[in-house]
């Protein structure tokens, strides 16, 4: 069974940084793209960071210059490097993978979401 499990969530001053790791576990056949979602209170989650497997990676206008997505494909992980954090970068941050299980569909998966909260 596919699971993405994050890390790396916290509390950080305005223009700290912070790094969010995401791992995917289990047998995986192909892995299409790796990327960020965030949702803050009353909401909707919205695109941070994509980076598919063929193509070109994806920003937010709002952390363009600012957030960098990575990955690792022999560790099938995906991070994201955050700088120059703002308040308005609170959110709950969400790891999204679109791939095929060794013995599976190709699906869309989510991990559990990890909390960054942006203060002084």
């Known amino acids: 069974q596919v699971q993405l499990v994050e890390s790396g969530g916290g509390l950080v001053q305005p223009g700290g940084s912070l790094r969010l790791s995401c791992a995917a576990s289990?047998?995986?056949?192909?892995?299409?793209?790796m990327g960020w979602y965030r949702q803050a209170p009353g909401k909707e989650r919205e695109l941070v960071a994509n980076m598919p497997t063929s193509g070109s990676t994806k920003y937010a206008d709002s952390v363009q210059g600012r957030f960098t997505i990575s990955r690792d494909g022999a560790k099938n992980t995906v991070y994201l490097q955050m700088n120059s954090l703002k308040p308005e970068d609170t959110a709950v941050y969400y790891c999204?993978?679109?791939?095929?299980?060794?013995?599976?569909?190709?699906?869309?998966?989510w991990g559990q979401g990890t909390q960054v909260t942006v203060s002084s």
């Open positions: 999204n993978s679109i791939l095929t299980p060794r013995y599976g569909r190709r699906f869309s998966y």
């Open positions: 289990g047998i995986i056949f192909s892995i299409d793209s």
